[in-house]
Protein backbone atom coordinates (compact mmCIF):
# COMPACT_ATOMS: atom_id res chain seq x y z
CA UNK A 1 0.00 0.00 0.00
CA UNK A 2 2.84 2.38 1.15
CA UNK A 3 4.46 1.49 -2.90
CA UNK A 4 1.29 2.50 -4.50
CA UNK A 5 1.33 5.81 -2.42
CA UNK A 6 4.12 6.36 -3.27
CA UNK A 7 3.75 5.77 -7.49
CA UNK A 8 0.69 7.82 -7.22
CA UNK A 9 2.73 10.87 -5.54
CA UNK A 10 5.12 10.51 -8.37
CA UNK A 11 2.39 10.10 -10.67
CA UNK A 12 0.92 13.53 -9.84
CA UNK A 13 4.46 15.66 -10.12
CA UNK A 14 4.70 14.00 -13.84
CA UNK A 15 1.57 15.12 -14.11
CA UNK A 16 2.04 18.81 -12.41
CA UNK A 17 5.17 19.16 -14.56
CA UNK A 18 3.80 18.51 -18.03
CA UNK A 19 3.48 21.36 -20.24
CA UNK A 20 0.37 22.96 -20.28
CA UNK A 21 -1.04 23.00 -24.26
CA UNK A 22 0.93 24.97 -26.44
CA UNK A 23 -2.42 26.30 -28.26
CA UNK A 24 -5.78 26.38 -28.48
CA UNK A 25 -5.97 26.03 -31.87
CA UNK A 26 -3.89 24.42 -34.55
CA UNK A 27 -4.35 25.72 -38.34
CA UNK A 28 -3.04 23.72 -41.18
CA UNK A 29 -2.59 27.16 -43.42
CA UNK A 30 -1.46 27.44 -47.16
CA UNK A 31 1.70 28.89 -47.23
CA UNK A 32 0.37 32.37 -49.53
CA UNK A 33 -1.70 33.57 -46.93
CA UNK A 34 1.23 33.74 -44.42
CA UNK A 35 2.00 37.37 -44.30
CA UNK A 36 -1.54 37.93 -43.61
CA UNK A 37 -1.99 34.94 -41.21
CA UNK A 38 0.72 36.67 -39.26
CA UNK A 39 -1.49 39.40 -38.57
CA UNK A 40 -4.95 37.40 -37.59
CA UNK A 41 -3.84 34.85 -35.46
CA UNK A 42 -2.76 37.96 -33.17
CA UNK A 43 -5.82 39.82 -33.60
CA UNK A 44 -8.17 36.49 -33.01
CA UNK A 45 -5.76 36.04 -29.95
CA UNK A 46 -6.35 39.24 -28.51
CA UNK A 47 -10.16 39.25 -29.34
CA UNK A 48 -10.65 35.87 -27.85
CA UNK A 49 -7.98 34.99 -24.93
CA UNK A 50 -7.27 32.09 -27.46
CA UNK A 51 -3.96 30.62 -28.59
CA UNK A 52 -3.84 29.36 -32.28
CA UNK A 53 -0.68 28.31 -34.17
CA UNK A 54 -0.22 27.71 -37.91
CA UNK A 55 1.53 25.53 -39.92
CA UNK A 56 2.36 26.87 -43.29
CA UNK A 57 3.09 24.73 -46.15
CA UNK A 58 1.22 23.89 -49.71
CA UNK A 59 -2.28 22.86 -49.64
CA UNK A 60 -1.36 19.45 -50.77
CA UNK A 61 1.05 18.54 -48.35
CA UNK A 62 -1.11 19.99 -45.47
CA UNK A 63 -3.98 17.03 -46.98
CA UNK A 64 -1.41 14.58 -46.30
CA UNK A 65 -0.65 15.45 -42.69
CA UNK A 66 -4.11 15.34 -42.19
CA UNK A 67 -4.81 12.13 -43.20
CA UNK A 68 -1.84 11.06 -41.77
CA UNK A 69 -3.82 12.13 -38.47
CA UNK A 70 -1.95 15.18 -37.92
CA UNK A 71 -3.62 16.78 -34.72
CA UNK A 72 -5.03 20.33 -37.06
CA UNK A 73 -8.71 21.81 -36.08
CA UNK A 74 -8.99 23.90 -39.37
CA UNK A 75 -7.37 23.64 -42.94
CA UNK A 76 -6.99 26.64 -44.90
CA UNK A 77 -6.64 25.53 -48.91
CA UNK A 78 -5.39 27.70 -51.50
CA UNK A 79 -7.93 25.95 -53.38
CA UNK A 80 -11.55 25.18 -53.64
CA UNK A 81 -10.62 21.10 -54.18
CA UNK A 82 -8.99 19.57 -51.40
CA UNK A 83 -11.55 21.01 -48.58
CA UNK A 84 -14.12 19.48 -51.03
CA UNK A 85 -12.38 16.06 -50.97
CA UNK A 86 -12.06 15.92 -47.26
CA UNK A 87 -15.73 16.78 -46.71
CA UNK A 88 -16.26 13.81 -48.99
CA UNK A 89 -13.57 11.54 -47.47
CA UNK A 90 -15.82 12.31 -44.12
CA UNK A 91 -12.87 14.44 -42.66
CA UNK A 92 -14.31 17.78 -43.03
CA UNK A 93 -17.13 19.95 -42.39
CA UNK A 94 -18.93 21.64 -44.62
CA UNK A 95 -16.27 24.21 -46.82
CA UNK A 96 -16.60 27.97 -47.32
CA UNK A 97 -14.28 30.00 -49.03
CA UNK A 98 -11.99 32.83 -47.00
CA UNK A 99 -9.96 34.54 -49.52
CA UNK A 100 -9.57 35.09 -53.43
CA UNK A 101 -5.50 35.74 -54.58
CA UNK A 102 -3.42 36.26 -57.51
CA UNK A 103 -0.46 34.79 -59.03
CA UNK A 104 2.31 38.04 -59.86
CA UNK A 105 6.12 37.48 -61.49
CA UNK A 106 8.48 38.83 -58.83
CA UNK A 107 11.73 40.18 -59.43
CA UNK A 108 14.46 42.55 -58.17
CA UNK A 109 15.39 43.04 -61.29
CA UNK A 110 13.58 46.46 -62.54
CA UNK A 111 14.68 46.04 -66.05
CA UNK A 112 12.60 43.12 -66.14
CA UNK A 113 9.61 45.01 -64.86
CA UNK A 114 9.87 46.92 -68.10
CA UNK A 115 9.02 44.10 -70.06
CA UNK A 116 5.70 41.71 -70.63
CA UNK A 117 5.54 39.39 -68.02
CA UNK A 118 6.14 36.44 -70.85
CA UNK A 119 9.00 38.77 -72.20
CA UNK A 120 10.50 38.69 -68.94
CA UNK A 121 10.51 35.01 -68.00
CA UNK A 122 12.39 34.66 -71.53
CA UNK A 123 14.86 37.24 -70.82
CA UNK A 124 15.74 35.03 -67.27
CA UNK A 125 17.97 32.22 -66.47
CA UNK A 126 16.00 31.06 -63.98
CA UNK A 127 12.57 31.58 -63.22
CA UNK A 128 11.18 29.98 -59.91
CA UNK A 129 7.52 27.90 -59.32
CA UNK A 130 6.10 26.61 -56.59
CA UNK A 131 5.26 22.55 -57.00
CA UNK A 132 2.67 22.47 -59.82
CA UNK A 133 1.19 19.61 -58.62
CA UNK A 134 0.84 20.10 -54.57
CA UNK A 135 0.87 24.01 -54.86
CA UNK A 136 -2.42 25.35 -56.36
CA UNK A 137 -0.75 28.93 -57.31
CA UNK A 138 2.09 26.88 -58.90
CA UNK A 139 -0.63 25.21 -60.79
CA UNK A 140 -2.40 28.30 -61.41
CA UNK A 141 1.67 29.65 -63.04
CA UNK A 142 1.64 26.71 -65.13
CA UNK A 143 -1.68 27.39 -66.68
CA UNK A 144 -0.48 30.74 -67.04
CA UNK A 145 2.72 29.55 -69.22
CA UNK A 146 0.63 26.92 -71.47
CA UNK A 147 -1.94 29.64 -71.86
CA UNK A 148 0.88 31.50 -74.02
CA UNK A 149 2.70 29.17 -74.96
CA UNK A 150 5.76 28.97 -72.88
CA UNK A 151 5.22 26.10 -70.55
CA UNK A 152 7.64 23.71 -73.01
CA UNK A 153 9.86 26.75 -73.69
CA UNK A 154 10.89 27.12 -70.66
CA UNK A 155 11.56 24.13 -69.32
CA UNK A 156 15.37 24.21 -68.74
CA UNK A 157 15.03 27.76 -66.60
CA UNK A 158 12.81 26.49 -64.20
CA UNK A 159 13.24 26.31 -60.57
CA UNK A 160 10.48 24.67 -58.70
CA UNK A 161 9.64 25.27 -54.96
CA UNK A 162 7.97 22.94 -52.04
CA UNK A 163 5.39 25.84 -51.86
CA UNK A 164 4.58 29.35 -52.83
CA UNK A 165 6.55 30.86 -50.56
CA UNK A 166 10.02 29.32 -51.89
CA UNK A 167 9.47 30.80 -55.40
CA UNK A 168 9.44 34.68 -53.60
CA UNK A 169 12.99 33.39 -51.33
CA UNK A 170 13.84 32.43 -54.20
CA UNK A 171 13.99 35.23 -56.21
CA UNK A 172 14.24 37.51 -53.08
CA UNK A 173 18.21 35.95 -52.64
CA UNK A 174 19.38 35.90 -56.36
CA UNK A 175 18.78 32.25 -56.55
CA UNK A 176 16.14 33.07 -59.17
CA UNK A 177 15.96 36.10 -61.88
CA UNK A 178 12.35 36.26 -60.93
CA UNK A 179 9.57 34.11 -59.50
CA UNK A 180 5.46 33.23 -60.01
CA UNK A 181 4.41 34.46 -56.39
CA UNK A 182 1.34 35.38 -54.73
CA UNK A 183 0.20 38.85 -55.02
CA UNK A 184 0.59 38.72 -50.99
CA UNK A 185 4.13 38.21 -50.99
CA UNK A 186 4.85 41.94 -52.85
CA UNK A 187 3.25 43.79 -49.56
CA UNK A 188 5.78 43.03 -47.44
CA UNK A 189 8.75 44.52 -46.32
CA UNK A 190 10.72 42.30 -48.57
CA UNK A 191 8.59 42.65 -51.49
CA UNK A 192 8.58 46.11 -51.84
CA UNK A 193 12.29 45.50 -52.77
CA UNK A 194 11.41 44.38 -55.73
CA UNK A 195 8.87 44.84 -58.45
CA UNK A 196 6.17 42.69 -60.20
CA UNK A 197 4.46 41.82 -63.34
CA UNK A 198 0.38 41.17 -63.69
CA UNK A 199 0.10 37.52 -64.84
CA UNK A 200 -3.65 37.74 -66.25
CA UNK A 201 -3.58 34.33 -68.23
CA UNK A 202 -3.65 32.97 -64.83
CA UNK A 203 -6.67 31.61 -62.64
CA UNK A 204 -7.67 33.56 -60.12
CA UNK A 205 -6.89 30.95 -57.08
CA UNK A 206 -10.28 30.83 -54.83
CA UNK A 207 -9.08 29.33 -51.31
CA UNK A 208 -11.37 27.35 -48.94
CA UNK A 209 -11.06 26.58 -45.56
CA UNK A 210 -12.89 23.84 -43.72
CA UNK A 211 -13.20 22.73 -39.87
CA UNK A 212 -11.77 19.01 -39.84
CA UNK A 213 -14.27 16.07 -37.96
CA UNK A 214 -11.35 15.09 -36.19
CA UNK A 215 -10.69 18.20 -34.44
CA UNK A 216 -9.08 18.37 -31.20
CA UNK A 217 -10.36 21.55 -30.12
CA UNK A 218 -14.32 22.48 -32.46
CA UNK A 219 -14.95 25.03 -30.10
CA UNK A 220 -12.35 27.19 -30.83
CA UNK A 221 -12.51 25.99 -34.75
CA UNK A 222 -15.69 27.62 -34.65
CA UNK A 223 -14.87 30.92 -32.93
CA UNK A 224 -11.94 31.75 -35.19
CA UNK A 225 -14.53 30.58 -38.35
CA UNK A 226 -16.81 33.72 -37.11
CA UNK A 227 -13.85 35.83 -36.49
CA UNK A 228 -12.47 35.44 -40.24
CA UNK A 229 -15.70 37.05 -40.81
CA UNK A 230 -14.50 39.88 -39.36
CA UNK A 231 -14.15 43.88 -40.49
CA UNK A 232 -11.07 43.46 -39.12
CA UNK A 233 -10.08 40.42 -41.12
CA UNK A 234 -11.42 41.74 -44.05
CA UNK A 235 -8.96 45.08 -43.83
CA UNK A 236 -5.86 42.52 -43.44
CA UNK A 237 -6.73 40.42 -46.20
CA UNK A 238 -7.78 43.54 -48.75
CA UNK A 239 -3.76 44.67 -47.00
CA UNK A 240 -2.42 41.86 -48.90
CA UNK A 241 -4.47 41.90 -52.01
CA UNK A 242 -6.92 39.32 -51.09
CA UNK A 243 -10.72 39.47 -52.88
Given at each position: MKRLA?????????????PAPAADLLLAQAANFTPAMEEIIPAFEKATGLK??????????????????APFDILLAANEDTP??????????APFVYATGRVVLW?????????????AVRASAKVAIAN?????YGTA?????????LWDEVQPVLVFGQNISQ??????????????????STFTP????????????????????????SAPNPEAARRFVEFLGTPEVAAIKAKYGYE
Open positions: SLLAALLLVLAAAAEATYTSTGKLYGQIVSGAKLLAEGRAETLKKELCAMSWPEVETAPSMKAMQAVGPFQFAASGAADAGFCALSEGAKGCFLEVPEAPKVVQAACVLT
